[in-house]
């Protein structure tokens, strides 16, 4: 069975769900910081930009969630999702997912957002496996604020797909990879299929020039 991986923030999602969830957070009130969302937005810049230390927007991204159950944060996604990220999906997405599926690939979404908040869209996208960035929590069951493990960003995705293939007993023969960003390129460059999907200025010229399969559905 062949394998068909996405990215998922700008991909499946017209928008980044982790910084919606900043944005939501702060709304609801979780969050008080003046600045917070400046400061998230600075950092989004440098993601785009290809500069951004994942482990530094991680720890002040999850900030607002040390401390909580994780129960009480499953009981905020439903709403954050419904309203949120549903109305975001992009319709042909689940064309794609559903026309891959038919075709008996396995379906695959890798993101370098929090696996709290991307399980759950997954789940609304119709993919069981995933594989994103993981949180730590404490004895009692409460966020520590930090993550545990491989960060799947840029290369740490490559290495958390590759433990993933050999759990699985899969390999990437025939794969797919969907992505919009030149972060991915470390995966993207992996595939037998490349496909840059609603893609960034950067990637678009480099799939271009590379002659990569370009989807678009921004118009």
């Known amino acids: 069975m062949p394998l068909a991986v996405f990215d998922l923030d700008e991909t499946l999602v017209q928008a980044d ?3 919606l969830w900043s944005r939501y957070l702060v709304e609801q009130g979780y969050v008080t910081e003046p600045g917070f969302l400046q400061k998230e937005s600075e950092l989004m810049e440098l993601y785009a930009a290809g500069k951004l230390d994942m482990a530094d927007y991680m720890s ?17 996604l439903p709403q954050f999702i419904e309203s949120w990220i549903k109305p975001r999906i992009y319709p042909q997405a689940f064309d794609l997912l559903s026309d891959l599926n038919q075709r008996g690939y396995r379906l695959l979404i890798i993101s370098a957002t929090a696996e709290f908040l991307v399980r759950p869209i997954a789940l609304e996208l119709g ?3 995933v594989l994103a960035i ?3 929590y404490d004895d009692r069951g409460c966020h520590s604020g930090r993550t545990r493990g491989i960060l799947t960003f840029r290369e740490g995705k490559v290495l958390r797909l590759q433990q993933w293939l050999s759990d699985q007993g899969l390999t990437l023969e025939g794969a797919r990879f969907y992505s919009d960003s030149m972060n991915d390129l470390p995966l993207l460059e992996r595939v037998d299929h490349p496909v840059a999907t609603n893609p960034d200025s950067r990637l678009h010229r480099l799939a271009t020039d590379r002659n ?4 678009d559905w921004r118009s």
């Open 17 to 19: 769900s982790a910084s």
């Open 60 to 76: 002040f991204s999850l900030s607002p969630l040390k401390g909580k159950p994780a129960a009480e944060i499953r009981a905020m």
């Open 212 to 215: 990569w399969e370009i989807l």
């Open 127 to 129: 993919v069981a496996d």
């Open 134 to 136: 993981d949180s730590e």
